[in-house]
């Protein structure tokens, strides 16, 4: 054991000193996480959307009123800015000019159509160079005509049951468009086990980082051996056991330190402000990662002949387990077959796993996560245990 | 009753596939003796090295340093041991003194101990000025005596030089052959490999020949040089009578062969450096004026020549 330490403590003066283990255990990560943030956060951030909506109500009726009514609040609201236009020759106008985002119309006789069981339309206009904004109103729209299906499904039904005893029927409609939505969704960020945007981009660059960072150790029987060191290694009045025991503290003590540092960083950092969740909970979670990682690569080492070449093969799988695993987008969005295997890679289930602590979760809500992450190590680590004996021979 | 060996090598062998790389070798050190192994390029000398300081598994025979048995797992017998590998074996990114105390706290070295010996081996291998400099910035040859340093650095009684001077400078190169000769006056048991004929002979006290993991002959230099059985040549170039010289020199009891050619009277002797007086003499009584004289003596070269039919580097 003491030989393993001395080995190890040599291997990080080393990494310290040629400052490899520093970039990219702690520089990359951090820099592509603050970019990833600055650029896509806002993206998925509703606070930081700017857009100009405007809505025409060409129709006046009871059920467009509703939805004028719906669009304000939510500009009182700050989700986006409302204005009202008057014309739909002149929304397209604005939006066509930039002045606005983007438009809905609601047509004349709109609420006579939908009272009436009739088809009509609801007309969204976007600026050209603002897909954001049409995105929204689309969506602002949509959510409204699904609403307005329901009331016209509602007052159909009241229709039929009562035959022709119906006296109010726009008094049906109006407590139609005021009857509560019987589903609802909660959509606060504590329950929606989503992580924020700041924080996936430190969590997915920290893990996909990871297994860069880790290689630096196991690469180093590699390194022994072209710099001749193995030899004087092989004679010491060592275990053989000691050199490799020496390596797999290197890759461990790296990953640790590194993980460490970009949870304590992004969590600090102003611009980021991420909210990794249970410190326990972390910790589970980034010691089981750094020993995946740790087996995936020396899995690789033990492939390869020189350090070059082990190298680039490792560049090569990290990017491919990172690809796979959602580092650079939540590929669990994506459901199917891309979504199944990425579940394949620890850095979804490690992903998976903080999206539960950021909830709220404690190191019990994430046992099944650690669990994969583990067993991921276990395997791997058990078939580079079979193939290692051989990098510490001549 | 003389020292036990401090290294006993015994009926060695070692197989690759189909290649037998060392075959039944066997030789012993004594404390203080200097052994070489003398052979061309992949005769067996590294692979010897290699499982005598238990870092290549045999397939036969046995090792024995200080009277411990030499395995890949034997911490005991590897403490006896120093090793300098023919590559270099430094970490280029650590200094020179940080190289040493690495390898001095693997051969169990510490503290005050380790301290002191770190700084007696820099200037024994003249880089107690560049302790602290990084052995990437290093000359060749100071990197070779860094490499050399490291194996001395515990005080082993076994000293294995595996072709130590290969790309080495010659005034780097004479520095590293003095080193080994005075570890050797200091009662350290070296084994030293080269395919250097003139090495073998300057640091030796005792050669084996080794060819195609076989030791061919063994033996102080004398001893192997009488194996070839051959006389010092020594050719005289002269003017005059040199026929008539040649004949009155056929005469002399140390000549056994004399003959002319080429302006120079040509002899077979035994003994030419103690006979050379007589020899001066009796040719220029016989009429033959002695300008010129070139002695050749048998040596290691010419042995090996004889015992395997090839130039030692070929």
Request: one cysteine or more.
């Amino acid at each position: 054991m003491r030989a393993a330490l001395r080995i190890a403590w040599k291997d990080l003066t080393l990494r310290l000193r040629d400052r490899s283990a520093i970039i990219w255990g702690i520089v990359a990560p951090l820099l592509l996480a603050s970019v990833f943030s600055l650029i896509l956060g806002e993206v998925t951030d509703p606070d930081a959307i700017d857009v100009t909506i405007a809505v025409v109500d060409d129709d006046g009726g009871e059920v467009s009123q509703g939805f004028v009514a719906a669009v304000r609040e939510l500009g009182d609201q700050g989700v986006f800015d409302v204005v009202f236009g008057t014309s739909a020759r002149e929304a397209e106008q604005q939006a066509e000019d930039g002045e606005i985002d983007a438009a809905i119309v609601i047509p004349a006789g709109f609420t006579d159509a939908v009272v009436g069981g009739r088809a009509s339309e609801i007309v969204v206009v976007g600026h050209v160079d603002s897909p954001i904004g049409s995105q929204v109103a689309r969506a602002v729209a949509t959510g409204f005509a699904g609403e307005v299906n329901g009331i016209s499904v509602a007052v159909g039904t009241a229709i039929a049951a009562s035959g022709d005893d119906l006296d109010d029927l726009d008094a049906l409609v109006a407590d139609a468009a005021a009857a509560p939505t019987p589903l609802g969704l909660d959509t606060e960020t504590e329950a929606s086990k989503e992580l924020s945007a700041s924080t996936f981009y430190a969590a997915a660059m920290a893990v996909f980082f990871l297994f860069f960072t880790v290689q630096f150790g196991v690469i180093g029987l590699l390194e022994e051996r072209t710099q001749g060191t193995m030899a004087r290694l092989l004679a010491a009045p060592i275990p053989r056991a000691s050199i490799i025991f020496g390596k797999a503290i290197t890759s461990f003590v790296l990953g640790i330190v590194s993980m460490a540092v970009l949870v304590v960083v992004t969590s600090l950092l102003p611009f980021m402000d991420a909210d990794w969740g249970d410190p326990i909970g972390v910790a589970i979670l980034v010691v089981s990662g750094v020993l995946a990682a740790m087996g995936v690569m020396t899995i690789v080492a033990t492939f390869a002949k020189t350090p070059e070449t082990a190298t680039n093969i490792q560049a090569v799988v990290a990017f491919l387990l990172g690809m796979l695993g959602g580092a650079f987008f939540p590929l669990s969005q994506l459901g199917g077959v891309v979504a199944r295997l990425s579940l394949l890679t620890p850095h979804a289930w490690f992903l998976r796993g903080l999206g539960d602590l950021s909830a709220g979760g404690g190191p019990g809500d994430i046992l099944v996560e650690a669990g994969f992450i583990l067993l991921f190590a276990v395997v791997t680590t058990g078939f580079a245990l079979t193939r290692l004996r051989r990098t510490v021979e001549l | 009753m003389s020292d036990p060996p401090v290294l006993e090598v015994r009926s060695l062998r070692k197989t690759f596939k189909d290649l037998v790389a060392v075959r039944d070798v066997s030789f012993s050190i004594a404390p203080g003796e200097t052994y070489g192994l003398l052979g061309p390029n992949g005769a067996g000398k590294t692979t010897t090295i290699s499982m005598l300081c238990g870092l290549l598994e045999r397939d036969a025979g046995e090792a024995i340093v200080a009277g411990r048995p030499v395995t890949t797992s034997s911490t005991d017998a590897k403490a006896a041991i120093g090793l300098v590998p023919q590559d270099l074996a430094i970490y280029p990114d650590l200094t020179a003194a940080e190289n040493l105390t690495f390898f001095g706290r693997l051969y169990r070295m510490g503290g005050k101990e380790l301290a002191a010996r770190t700084a007696e081996v820099l200037e024994t291998i003249g880089l107690a000025d560049r302790a602290d400099d990084r052995a990437d910035e290093f000359s060749g040859g100071m990197k070779r005596r860094l490499n050399i340093g490291i194996g001395l650095l515990h005080k082993p009684r076994l000293l294995v030089l595996d072709e130590p001077t290969v790309g080495v400078d010659p005034q780097s190169r004479n520095a590293i052959l003095e080193s080994v000769e005075h570890l050797s006056e200091e009662g350290m048991a070296v084994l030293y490999t080269t395919h250097y004929m003139e090495e073998a002979e300057r640091l030796c006290d005792r050669v084996g020949i080794i060819d195609e993991g076989e030791i061919k002959a063994e033996g102080t230099r004398p001893e192997l040089v009488s194996l070839v059985g051959q006389r010092d040549r020594v050719r005289l170039t002269a003017t005059g009578e040199l026929a008539q010289a040649a004949n009155a020199l056929r005469e002399a009891p140390a000549v056994e062969d004399s003959s002319v050619g080429d302006g120079a009277i040509v002899l077979v002797v035994d003994g030419a450096r103690s006979a050379l007086p007589d020899l001066l003499r009796r040719a220029a009584e016989a009429g033959a004026a002695v300008t010129g004289v070139d002695v050749s003596e048998p040596n290691l070269e010419a042995v090996f020549l004889h015992l395997t039919g090839k130039a030692l580097r070929d």
